[in-house]
């Protein structure tokens, strides 16, 4: 059964940093894209960033951002250790939910995914929060 867990998330003030990491099960990591959704309250849950599946160590289609974090937050991952982080800078009131890690339904998907119906796993989600 595959786990994804989430660490990093805290209270920062609106301009700081915070870096969330997902640790995850499985001996096929690299064939997988990950993604990293946020839900607030009240508000459906969004897509933030994801990262494609590597060939060797290339990624096969590279990253994607939401418009919103595009220029602040920055995807990466780690395929020796299982793991995907998400650096987020320039922080913002409005970057304040519940972040959660997700692993593709899909191995070697030709495009990366941002849909939520295209994961199939998730971890527990981990919140920020950014005062003003």
């Known amino acids: 059964q595959v786990q994804l867990v989430e660490s990093g998330g805290g209270l920062v003030q609106a301009g700081g940093s915070l870096r969330l990491s997902c640790a995850t099960s499985?001996?096929?990591?690299?064939?997988?894209?990950m993604g990293w959704f946020r839900q607030s309250p009240g508000k459906e849950r969004e897509f933030v960033a994801a990262i494609s599946w590597t060939l060797g160590s290339t990624l096969y289609a590279g990253t994607l951002y939401a418009d919103s974090v595009k220029g602040r937050f920055t995807i990466s991952r780690d395929n020796a250790k299982n793991m995907v982080s998400l650096q987020m800078n320039s922080l913002k009131p409005e970057d304040t939910a519940v972040y959660y890690c997700?692993?593709?339904?899909?191995?070697?998907?030709?495009?990366?995914?941002?849909?939520?119906?295209?994961?199939?796993?998730w971890g527990q989600g981990t919140q920020v929060t950014v005062s003003s």
């Open positions: 997700a692993k593709d339904q899909l191995a070697r998907r030709r495009v990366v995914p941002f849909r939520t119906q295209e994961y199939a796993y």
């Open positions: 499985g001996r096929t990591f690299g064939d997988y894209a």
